[in-house]
């Protein structure tokens, strides 16, 4: 591993090799001390390139390597002609004299010199297609600022517009206009419409799962129809956490169509508390979407079974630390935190709040759903079984 030497610039394979250590979920501490420089210059540098992984881009076969331009630096110095340097390297003569002739001549031609000017000179600087395309970039526009993934702008763009090919953009082109300072096609307040308003690209971080309780059923023994979530009536819930922890908010997510119910937890998230609402919450569901729930050990499903007897649903419960099993509801987790953050009060927000929040989250595309809405398809999934 290359280590820095002195107190200059960082030198490109230096820039390329931290930035593959914090792709890989090392810290910054860790590959400063890997690369031989501060925490602080890690910092820029991701500033800089927005925490995006670097483009490799394929070199031409029939451009000249640096071991080449050494070789015929080496040849200037022994007087050599052209055409032997030339055969030594498998190149055509003519090749060999434009590269010196380019690059100062025989007594100025330099082999580090003429590779940075080929460098420079290989790059085709050019307008971001956002850049270049007023409708395209209010599109995406207002897609972020209805708190729509990139990913999902870019297949509803295509579904909604398929013989318009000017109206195509990639996920990952947005997120460079978001994320590296240098393109900007997209103001980058822009960001905090993102799922984590983050600026830069970050490594993802799991979180363990908890506790244990008595007379659970497990997951195990939970229907296999649920696994394939072909039919509709299958939920996964979790609570997320406020402020210190002292307040908390309920999400159930019904697993085949990722449709969301929101619980709000006003006074408490006790056993007692989570089972009211939770029978509230779920009051109106016909019996068929009432299938099943899965829960983490958590002590606020203490209750499950008189939730159970109330609302006629079972209650399956993960394995410990397990976060997988409930894939859907922790990814929704994820995305509900834009919304409620660890830093807020969560009792304080109102019923008419959390309900458009409900509806702000049914209603955008998803990948998993063939681009179609979590409302779409469970509304349909309704008509359905009527």
């Keep these: 591993m290359r280590r820095r030497e002195a107190r200059g610039a960082l030198s490109p394979a230096m820039r390329l090799e931290i930035r593959e250590l914090i792709a890989a979920g090392q810290t910054h501490a860790e590959v400063a001390a890997a690369i031989g420089c501060s925490t602080k210059t890690i910092q820029r540098l991701l500033r800089i390139t927005g925490g995006l992984p670097p483009r490799h881009q394929a070199r031409a076969a029939r451009s000249l390597r640096i071991d080449e331009r050494e070789e015929i630096s080496r040849g200037l110095e022994a007087d050599q002609s052209f055409r032997a340097i030339a055969q030594r390297l498998g190149r055509a003569p003519s090749t060999v004299s434009r590269e010196v002739r380019a690059n100062g001549g025989r007594h100025r031609y330099r082999a580090w010199a003429a590779t940075v000017r080929a460098r420079a000179e290989a790059k085709r600087p050019r307008a971001t297609k956002l850049a270049g395309n007023d409708r395209l970039r209010r599109l995406v526009e207002a897609g972020l600022r209805r708190r729509w993934s990139p990913q999902q702008i870019s297949h509803r763009l295509r579904r909604d517009h398929p013989d318009d090919a000017s109206l195509r953009v990639s996920h990952e082109t947005i997120y460079r206009a978001l994320y590296v300072p240098c393109r900007t096609a997209l103001p980058d307040e822009l960001t905090v419409y993102l799922r984590r308003g983050q600026r830069r690209r970050r490594p993802p971080r799991h979180r363990p799962g908890e506790g244990r309780l008595a007379h659970m059923v497990s997951i195990a023994d939970r229907p296999s129809e649920a696994d394939s979530r072909e039919v509709p009536g299958h939920w996964e819930g979790d609570l997320i956490m406020g ?140 008509a359905t079984t009527a």
Excluded at 253 to 258: D, I, K, L
Excluded at 261 to 278: C, F, Q, Y
Excluded at 302 to 321: D, K, M, W
Aim: charged share 25%.
């Design 243 to 382: 402020k210190e922890g002292r307040s908390a908010m309920g999400a159930l997510v019904e697993r085949s169509t990722r449709y969301l119910l929101l619980v709000r937890l006003p006074n408490g998230r006790t056993a007692g508390e989570v089972r009211a609402a939770l029978t509230r919450r779920t009051h109106g569901l016909r019996q068929a979407k009432l299938r099943s729930l899965t829960w983490d050990q958590g002590k606020e499903m203490a209750e499950h079974l008189q939730l159970t007897a109330e609302t006629g649903i079972p209650v399956y419960f993960c394995n410990p630390r397990s976060p997988w099993q409930r894939a859907t509801v922790e990814n929704t987790n994820g995305l509900l935190r834009q919304y409620f953050p660890r830093t807020r009060d969560l009792s304080a927000f109102s019923e008419d709040e959390v309900r458009r929040v409900e509806q702000e989250l049914n209603h955008p595309p998803r990948r998993i759903l063939n681009w179609q809405t979590p409302a779409e398809r469970f509304h349909a999934g309704v």
